[in-house]
């Protein structure tokens, strides 16, 4: 008599073969309905296509010539500087987290007119790029996920080319989405990113921005209402879970060993605001959103934050 995990196993193994010929006749019924062109060339997409190959979206052709050589731009006046770093004409006086008088040079409502809270910005390519363009829209708007593996070749690609321009000891902090836009798109392409990055380069993710205002998308608005719409839009969160955070300050006046007990599950990078940030968006037009993002986290007391981006508009 043969031994009962055997005959499971082999069970197991007669299911999975009979689920990958069901996930392959789906493959082709849906090859078939809806035929899958490389969003470069056009070129039709091979029966075998996989998930790693982009799901055929984009040919192996396309994706081996592809070569961003990145751009390098102050985030604020766009004029060319080394590494992307914000020009000296760009750079606020002194830091946002110090009082400012309504009035000053270049203040608005206490906003720096032409300053830049990121220290600097690295770009991929440029927006008007239309093979990377078709990409972002095709992720960003179109829920092509498949496309997954296609940014994490050209990101890690693009990082391990230019890894002198990064910053050391960072840690990485994608620009989140309000809840009800996630849950709208089911998945934030900004920690798709970071993903990437951390792939490539190893610097730790933290999610310890918060979105806690829903705004309207900035690409929709023209360029002067963008700064006030996406204004107060964030907020920095002592942990990764702004739930566990408000337990944790719930607790507080409780029972102190439990409090304890509920922070020390958190690694103390985490707790501690990072010095050095790499803030990750997929584009870059006005830079709004980025510098509130880059604000919000030097008043916590971020000293560098560094912009990365698929592309500049």
Same mark, same amino acid.
């Given at each position: 008599?043969?031994?009962?995990?055997?005959?499971?196993?082999?069970?197991?193994?007669?299911?999975?073969s009979?689920?990958?010929?069901?996930?392959?006749?789906?493959?082709?019924?849906?090859?078939?309905?809806?035929?899958?062109?490389?969003?470069?060339?056009?070129k039709a997409?091979?029966p075998h296509?996989?998930?790693?190959?982009?799901?055929?979206?984009?040919?192996?052709?396309?994706?081996?010539?592809?070569?961003?050589?990145?751009?390098?731009?102050?985030?604020?006046?766009?004029?060319?500087?080394?590494?992307?770093?914000?020009?000296?004409?760009?750079?606020?006086?002194?830091?946002?987290?110090?009082?400012?008088?309504?009035?000053?040079?270049?203040?608005?409502?206490?906003?720096?007119?032409?300053?830049?809270?990121?220290?600097?910005?690295?770009?991929?390519?440029?927006?008007?790029?239309?093979?990377?363009?078709?990409?972002?829209?095709?992720?960003?708007?179109?829920?092509?996920?498949?496309?997954?593996?296609?940014?994490?070749?050209l990101?890690?690609?693009?990082?391990?080319?230019?890894?002198?321009?990064f910053?050391?000891?960072?840690?990485?902090v994608?620009?989140?989405?309000?809840?009800?836009?996630?849950?709208?798109?089911?998945?934030n392409?900004a920690?798709?990113?970071?993903?990437f990055?951390n792939?490539?380069?190893?610097?730790?993710?933290?999610?310890?921005?918060? %979105?806690?205002?829903?705004? @309207?998308?900035? =690409? !929709?608005? $023209?360029?002067?209402? &963008? #700064?006030?719409?996406? %204004?107060?839009?964030?907020? @920095?969160?002592? =942990? !990764?879970? $702004?739930?566990?955070? &408000? #337990?944790?300050?719930?607790?507080?006046?409780?029972?102190?060993?439990?409090? !304890?007990?509920?922070?020390?599950?958190?690694?103390?990078?985490?707790?501690?605001?990072?010095?050095?940030?790499?803030?990750?968006?997929?584009?870059?037009?006005?830079?709004?959103?980025?510098?509130?993002?880059?604000?919000?986290?030097k008043?916590?007391?971020?000293?560098?934050?560094?912009?990365?981006?698929?592309?500049?508009?």
């Amino acid at each position: 008599m043969r031994p009962l995990n055997n005959v499971w196993n082999a069970g197991g193994v007669i299911y999975l073969s009979m689920f990958k010929k069901i996930l392959g006749l789906k493959e082709k019924i849906l090859d078939i309905l809806f035929p899958v062109h490389c969003l470069n060339c056009g070129k039709a997409a091979l029966p075998h296509r996989s998930l790693s190959e982009g799901g055929g979206w984009v040919c192996g052709d396309c994706l081996g010539f592809v070569n961003f050589e990145g751009v390098f731009l102050c985030p604020r006046c766009g004029d060319h500087t080394y590494i992307g770093r914000a020009c000296k004409r760009c750079v606020p006086p002194h830091s946002p987290s110090v009082p400012r008088q309504v009035g000053e040079q270049g203040e608005i409502e206490g906003v720096y007119l032409n300053k830049s809270y990121l220290n600097g910005l690295v770009a991929m390519g440029k927006y008007s790029d239309k093979f990377l363009q078709k990409l972002i829209k095709s992720l960003k708007f179109q829920y092509i996920t498949d496309l997954e593996s296609v940014f994490d070749k050209l990101v890690k690609r693009f990082c391990l080319k230019y890894s002198a321009v990064f910053p050391q000891n960072a840690i990485i902090v994608p620009v989140p989405l309000h809840p009800l836009r996630l849950r709208e798109r089911g998945f934030n392409q900004a920690e798709y990113i970071a993903k990437f990055i951390n792939g490539a380069l190893g610097y730790e993710i933290s999610n310890v921005l918060q %979105r806690i205002r829903y705004t @309207y998308r900035q =690409s !929709e608005l $023209p360029k002067e209402m &963008r #700064e006030k719409n996406i %204004r107060g839009a964030f907020k @920095y969160c002592h =942990s !990764e879970s $702004p739930d566990q955070d &408000r #337990e944790a300050k719930n607790l507080a006046g409780a029972e102190r060993p439990l409090a !304890e007990i509920l922070h020390s599950v958190q690694d103390d990078n985490f707790r501690r605001v990072p010095e050095i940030i790499i803030l990750v968006d997929d584009v870059y037009t006005s830079g709004g959103t980025m510098q509130e993002c880059a604000k919000t986290l030097k008043e916590a007391g971020a000293k560098e934050v560094w912009g990365f981006v698929l592309a500049r508009g």
